[in-house]
């Protein structure tokens, strides 16, 4: 690569190359799912490297910018990989390549000044037997409209929680929640079921759901593992349960509800 400043786009683009050169496909009964992954694939680890030349872009590149597209890539690329892997356990393998990609952007960026937002916030959690809620496209765009400048994890749409599971964490961009806030969340949370009143969080937590396709009963799911955002659960991998609806004050992606996630009978939550 030449030492020259390059822009943001061309780092895109020789990592892309470079990904597609080192990767290969399986050759299984899987090989139809494995080729709708590629993309994905492909684009996380273009994603991952480009990040670590940050330091290397063109003075007149917003460095900003470059950090926002490579978090939306990041979301974008991952949500595909949980949705063909949505009914059974997703591959170790893909699992380390959203956690290096994750690993790489929080690396890049800068530290939050004084002042400003942290990692603390508040969580809610199941307090009835289960929770379902509908897509938060409207909850979302009222927060924003109220000011919320931060981040805020929500159930995945349809997706039935089962007591004491985190359901929700939000942490401000600066400041603190007004009571506005959090009430329009908690509200939107007890639509779809009972959750306790806030409690401060030192950081989001994930809820992973885990499968055994050697039992019949139940599509599989035997445990929902709770762990620190961004980690791994030592009991292996899993399916995240709670997704991004707002981050630093914008509303993300957030996928509609797969049919059939809504009829689980309840299973152990694990804290580890």
Known sequence: MSEHPVTWPALLVH?????????????????????????????????????????????????????????????????????????????????????????????????????????????????????????PGELCETLVEAGFDGDLYLPVPGARLFKHAPAAFARPGSGELPPEITGAIRGYLNSGGGVGKHQPAARARQVFRQFDF????????????????DSTPRSGGGQPQLIAAVLEGRPQQVPLPIPGMSDLEPVPVVFE
């Not at 039992?215 to 593992?225: A, E, F, I, S």
């Open 15 to 135: 990592w892309t190359a470079f990904a597609q050169s080192s990767l290969a496909l399986p050759r299984t009964a899987e090989g139809d799912r494995w080729r709708r992954a590629v993309p994905a694939i492909i684009g996380l680890q273009a994603i991952a490297h480009a990040l670590g030349d940050l330091d290397r872009l063109a003075p007149s590149e917003d460095r900003a910018l470059a950090l926002d597209l490579a978090a939306v890539g990041i979301r974008s690329h991952a949500q595909t990989l949980e949705h063909l892997w949505s009914n059974e356990p997703m591959h170790d393998d893909l699992n380390a390549l959203i956690g290096d990609a994750r690993a790489a952007l929080a690396a890049a960026k800068p530290a939050r000044p004084a002042g400003a937002g942290t990692e603390t916030g508040v969580e809610w959690c199941v307090s009835g037997d289960w929770l379902i809620v509908d897509h």
């Open 214 to 229: 050697a039992q019949k009963r139940n599509g599989g799911v035997v445990r929902d593992v709770v762990v620190v955002m």
